[in-house]
């Protein structure tokens, strides 16, 4: 079993394209953890701002009636992948796994499945 800081370490080095990690608390909005980033773009700023995601993704999903769980949502941009991981096990209720990606270096289906990898490690 991974501890925080050692699963996000593991991202970082092991996906490909990977600029930045954070798990966050959709519930609070508060990064539990991050790794790199920078000073053009603040994971605090962007954990918290992803949590609005989640949450307006799950309210919409509550109300159309959709009995189902979100395992990923995808932003795309020009030059970057945002992912966000839904956790589902091990006390990861509430939380999620934010990834950053380099669009020229990343392969989405790659970093889905390294992701999902880390978050069946990941002792929160």
């Known amino acids: 079993m991974a501890n925080t800081e050692t699963a996000l370490k593991e991202a970082?080095?092991?996906?490909?394209?990977?600029?930045?990690?954070?798990?966050?608390?959709?519930?609070?909005?508060?990064?539990?953890?991050?790794?790199?980033?920078?000073?053009?773009?603040?994971?605090?700023?962007?954990?918290?701002?992803?949590?609005?995601?989640?949450?307006?993704?799950?309210?919409?999903?509550?109300?159309?009636?959709?009995?189902?769980?979100?395992?990923?949502?995808?932003?795309?941009?020009?030059?970057?992948?945002?992912?966000i991981r839904l956790l589902k096990a091990r006390g990861g209720n509430g939380l999620f796994l934010y990834l950053v990606l380099d669009g020229s270096r990343a392969n989405l289906a790659m970093a889905r499945h390294q992701l999902r990898q880390i978050e069946a490690t990941l002792e929160v």
């Open 12 to 83: 970082m080095s092991s996906i490909e394209g990977a600029t930045g990690v954070a798990l966050v608390d959709h519930t609070s909005g508060m990064a539990l953890g991050t790794l790199g980033g920078g000073k053009d773009f603040n994971l605090d700023v962007a954990a918290a701002g992803n949590t609005d995601v989640v949450r307006a993704k799950l309210r919409t999903m509550e109300h159309l009636g959709i009995k189902d769980e979100i395992e990923d949502i995808l932003i795309t941009l020009g030059t970057q992948y945002h992912l």
